[in-house]
């Protein structure tokens, strides 16, 4: 599911609901996507929540998402993401709140949680280079340039600016770095050190 192209996910999510007897708006589909982890087991896990709560025929719209998966969502990459680049916050309580994800993530972890939680992260940098890239020459990249890179939501347009103005190019470049070596280092060292690993990258990524 990683290297599925961005405009064959919605179908993905679509084609599920539909094969199980359900409609859902495209408005919702976006919400989950970026909910969701981008892997199929995942995405099947929480689009089966709605199964159970409305009957077949049922339209899911984004007020279902928001009841089914915002008020019940576990934590992982992508909310520990949103959590680092909330610029409401000051880089202290940033950090704060990243480790305690960290932790939710840690302790709900049936085994080793570092390597996919690395791995959606260097999802989302990526997303943040694509998203530096469209806003290289200094004017704002159009709705549809907008959309062919993977931003179509305006949630998720309004995510990565505010990751652009946590991390410029050259710091995303570096992070983008950091996630490799750890990455490895994780590799190397097991699960003893794995916490200590992960916990001191995400103190890099947010405070330096």
Request: aromatic residues 10%; glycine residues 6%; neutral net charge.
């Amino acid at each position: 599911f990683w290297e599925m192209f961005e405009n064959r996910k919605p179908q993905w999510v679509e084609s599920y609901f539909k094969k199980n007897g359900f409609a859902v708006t495209p408005d919702a589909v976006q919400q989950i996507l970026e909910m969701i982890e981008n892997n199929t087991e995942a995405l099947k896990a929480e689009c089966s929540r709605f199964f159970f709560c409305f009957e077949k025929g049922h339209r899911i719209t984004v007020q279902d998402v928001d009841s089914i998966l915002s008020h019940n969502r576990e934590e992982n990459a992508f909310t520990l993401f949103d959590a680092m680049c909330d610029t409401t916050r000051s880089p202290s309580q940033r950090l704060e709140t990243s480790l305690e994800i960290l932790q939710k993530i840690r302790t709900s972890s049936k085994s080793a949680f570092a390597i996919p939680l690395i791995s959606g992260l260097v999802y989302c940098f990526r997303q943040l280079k694509a998203y530096h890239g469209l806003c290289a020459g200094g004017e704002k990249p159009s709705d549809a340039q907008l959309k062919a890179a993977g931003f179509a939501s305006k949630k998720k347009q309004e995510q990565y600016g505010r990751a652009s103005r946590c991390w410029n190019g050259g710091a995303t470049s570096s992070i983008l770095a950091l996630l490799s070596s750890t990455d490895i280092a994780v590799r190397e060292g097991g699960s003893a050190f794995e916490e200590t690993n992960v916990s001191m990258m995400i103190y890099s990524i947010v405070i330096k």
